[in-house]
């Protein structure tokens, strides 16, 4: 821990844990710093650029500090000026880093102060005390004999001075809330404490008018906040807005409500310096206030002009490098480019309470590459800096990038960037989905046009009706979301009005409202997918369905449950895509109608389904019964009543199967009727294969004809994700045949057997040239075929699967 940060911590926990920090003196009200002490003028050269003292956070070896009294004309006192360079607490200053000036001298060179930083010098402070009559000495030994106790109270007089710049700007602004109206503190007082670090007493903002200013401004020795970049002036600290001695200091027993955390300061100096104390001298601490060139000395007591005669101690900036400040962009948008327009920060409240940062503007660069420098100015009562009036030229419209960049001290520091608009020549026009209003519902619509962050309103006017006013919203890439409320408005043509800060006129956008003929619901499709479900009402008014540049067009239309389904077919091989190949996403559809108009649907686009092709199936047919003859119905395309079949799938894509993983069966139309499961006719061979087993008797009775599948998998949540329906096999219901017997070398043939209504037509040849058609419902048990086959083999097709065929061998 820094040493500073232990000095400040032990100081406000001794306030806690001594007794003596209970005594009268520390929870007597202190004088606060308002006496007004001797005024100092003070500008400091490095490598021949000059700066008044207000300008200079720090200083660095090598800098020549020139120091005049600025005493007014009927001073009648005189006053000794001493400075001294300090270079640690355990190191004493040699004697030539002390001066002298007696400030009523009339020689320029006794009267005021050249010096030049020590290279090894850290810390630099002034005393100021009545005429000594020649006892400087004594102030010269007390500076060498413990330097420490200079080197804490520079630090900490420096810092507390900052922190009183910050609480001095806020009250300043507060006090001036009578010049901009009553309403103006509700407004203002949460921004400057947020540009300042000051508490904000926010119950005060609930109080009538003429009470909040001066109950904001009350205790205000308790409102300073830690400041991260005013410590690090000294020393680097990163944390929290208040640090654990701020916290402290802020109980009764650290004084709240008496001591602010910079007056506990100046109160634990005068104890450090009580140890000076003689009959000659005692030491008054002093915070400083600068302006342009003048260092003022505030002070908490008058001083003494006799006997002991009170020694006035003020810091002068560390010595140390320049530590810009860390400012950052609390921009939420795109900033309107305008007169007065202000480029929001945070991150170093010293930009507006001091004059540290100076010469600072922004650098705008437009879209064509110029580039123009425009002045600034830190505005706390804005949170940010405010652009000057300037007249811009045309080519600064629409998007521009500013940075903002100066000096802090002698070294140039650079600021965030920001996006700012501007307005153009370039007309506002609706985008593809303004083609589609719709009367008896509000409509969301986007705008196409430059500088959307300069719109100060939007309104909507009906032929001459009155204007109303839209909600509305801007957004990137020179667009602007409007929400058109049309839940009473008529057809007709709706005109939109916008109005911009730096646009002399008004645009309009003109725009057509129909009423609804088609009403769509929604669009179920998936990642990979080649087609999709929309649903809604009269969808046989669509033409075409875009989706992330693919085209789908309209396939079968069907209508369930009171509403319109129509299956939608992508063109060509194009699938959709998410974005991402495994997660679900957000997307616009634009639905196309005969009639031209364009309807957008926001679609979630669900991540991809799960994908499985079928590598094997082969089919256990029953034994045939005593009697019968065995039925040749292939390795798959068919699967016998009292059969089994036993078919593999291999994971596609991104798809793994697991203990979710399961397969639903379903015939050609219908949902599905059966589910194997792991363990449940289903088996893993591995992530990527798994094997399953489907018996007819699984199946709900009287299940007949071509079925298929699809692989289903189940997430962590529970919630599953449906692969695309794929054909697998016809479950087919076989006649028994126990004879097949043929006439001589050219037939006929007879077959002999039982249920034989099963039958659609039977034939010698692959071909059915020459067929013997089954009337249905047919009771008998022989069938005669014409010819004889070349290969000894009859073909059967059956009722149940008439595009596939069973062989029969005739009989020897």
Not at 96 to 110: G, H, S
Not at 428 to 433: L, Q, T, Y
Request: proline share 7%; net charge neutral; charged share 20%.
């Amino acid at each position: 821990m820094p040493t500073r940060r232990i000095w400040r911590l032990s100081r406000s926990l001794s306030l806690l844990v001594s007794p003596l920090a209970l005594a009268a003196p520390v929870l007597a009200d202190p004088a606060p710093f308002e006496l007004a002490g001797p005024d100092l003028r003070i500008e400091v050269t490095r490598e021949g650029t000059t700066l008044p003292i207000s300008r200079v956070p720090s200083l660095a070896p090598g800098d020549k500090v020139v120091i005049h009294g600025a005493l007014p004309e009927n001073q009648s006192a005189n006053f000794v000026l001493m400075s001294a360079f300090l270079r640690g607490a355990t190191n004493p200053p040699p004697k030539d880093w002390i001066d002298l000036a007696r400030t009523w001298k009339e020689k320029e060179k006794d009267k005021s102060l050249t010096l030049t930083v020590p290279r090894d010098a850290r810390q630099m402070v002034l005393l100021m005390v009545p005429e000594t009559g020649g006892a400087e000495g004594v102030l010269v030994d007390a500076v060498r004999g413990k330097p420490g106790e200079f080197v804490r109270a520079s630090q900490d007089l420096n810092q507390a001075s900052l922190d009183h710049s910050r609480l001095n700007a806020f009250m300043a602004a507060i006090r001036a809330q009578d010049d901009n109206g009553p309403e103006y503190l509700r407004t203002v007082a949460p921004v400057l404490a947020r540009s300042l670090s000051i508490k904000l007493q926010e119950d005060c903002l609930s109080k009538v008018i003429q009470s909040q200013a001066s109950c904001l401004v009350q205790n205000r020795q308790s409102l300073v906040l830690n400041d991260v970049h005013t410590s690090s002036l000294a020393e680097t600290i990163t944390g929290t807005p208040t640090d654990l001695a701020l916290q402290l200091s802020n109980t009764r027993e650290g004084g709240a409500g008496y001591y602010s955390a910079y007056i506990a300061v100046a109160r634990d100096v005068a104890k450090i310096f009580g140890a000076f104390n003689n009959p000659q001298f005692t030491y008054l601490p002093t915070l400083t206030v600068r302006q342009a060139d003048t260092m003022s000395l505030l002070l908490n007591a008058a001083p003494s002009f006799q006997k002991p005669k009170s020694v006035m101690i003020a810091a002068m900036p560390a010595v140390e490098a320049d530590i810009p400040p860390q400012l950052r962009s609390t921009a939420k948008g795109p900033i309107c480019l305008v007169s007065g327009a202000v480029l929001p920060v945070e991150g170093a409240p010293l930009v507006f309470s001091t004059d540290f940062a100076h010469d600072v503007k922004v650098r705008l660069t437009s879209a064509s590459g110029q580039t123009l420098e425009l002045p600034v100015k830190a505005r706390a009562d804005k949170g940010g800096y405010v652009l000057a009036a300037e007249t811009l030229p045309a080519a600064f419209a629409g998007d521009v990038r500013g940075h903002l960049h100066g000096s802090w001290g002698f070294a140039p520091f650079e600021g965030p960037d920001f996006l700012l608009q501007r307005p153009g020549a370039q007309p506002w026009k609706a985008a593809a989905d303004g083609e589609g209003l719709i009367v008896g519902r509000d409509n969301e619509v986007t705008l196409q046009g430059a500088a959307p962050g300069c719109v100060e309103n939007v309104t909507l006017r009906q032929g001459n009706g009155a204007v109303r006013p839209i909600t509305w919203k801007a957004m990137e890439g020179q667009r602007l979301a409007v929400t058109v409320p049309l839940a009473d408005a008529a057809a007709g043509d709706m005109r939109i009005e916008i109005r911009q800060r730096g646009a002399a006129e008004v645009q309009t956008v003109t725009l057509r409202a129909r009423v609804q003929a088609s009403r769509l619901d929604g669009l179920d499709v998936h990642a990979g997918d080649g087609q999709g479900i929309l649903t809604g009402q009269r969808l046989d008014q669509v033409r075409s369905v875009t989706l992330g540049g693919v085209e789908f067009r309209p396939g079968e239309l069907t209508r369930e449950s009171g509403a319109d389904r129509l299956r939608l077919v992508a063109q060509g091989d194009a699938k959709v895509s998410s974005g991402a190949s495994d997660a679900a996403s957000s997307d616009k559809a634009i639905v196309h109608l005969e009639d031209g108009r364009n309807l957008t649907l926001p679609v979630r686009i669900g991540g991809p389904r799960p994908q499985a092709t079928l590598l094997q199936r082969t089919v256990y047919p029953a034994p045939a019964g005593q009697g019968s003859k065995a039925l040749d119905v292939g390795t798959g395309d068919m699967l016998p009543g009292n059969g089994e079949m036993v078919f593999s799938l291999k994971a596609a894509g991104k798809t793994r199967f697991g203990a979710g993983s399961f397969i639903e069966i379903a015939p050609v139309e219908g949902e599905a009727i059966a589910r194997l499961e792991i363990g449940k006719g289903l088996n893993l061979e591995s992530p990527e294969v798994m094997v399953a087993t489907l018996k007819p008797g699984d199946l709900p009775p009287a299940t007949f004809g071509a079925i298929r599948f699809r692989v289903v998998s189940r997430g962590a949540g529970g919630q599953e994700e449906r692969g695309d329906w794929t054909p697998l096999t016809s479950l087919v219901r076989l006649p028994r045949v126990d004879h097949v017997g043929c006439e001589g070398q050219d037939g006929p043939c007879t077959l002999v057997g039982r249920d034989l209504f099963l039958i659609d037509a039977v034939a010698v040849d692959d071909g059915f040239a020459r067929p013997a058609m089954v009337q249905p419902g047919y009771t008998g048990r022989t069938l005669q075929i014409s010819g004889r086959p070349a290969d000894g083999v009859v073909r059967i097709r059956l009722r149940d699967a008439p595009d596939k065929v069973v062989r029969v061998p005739i009989d020897k």
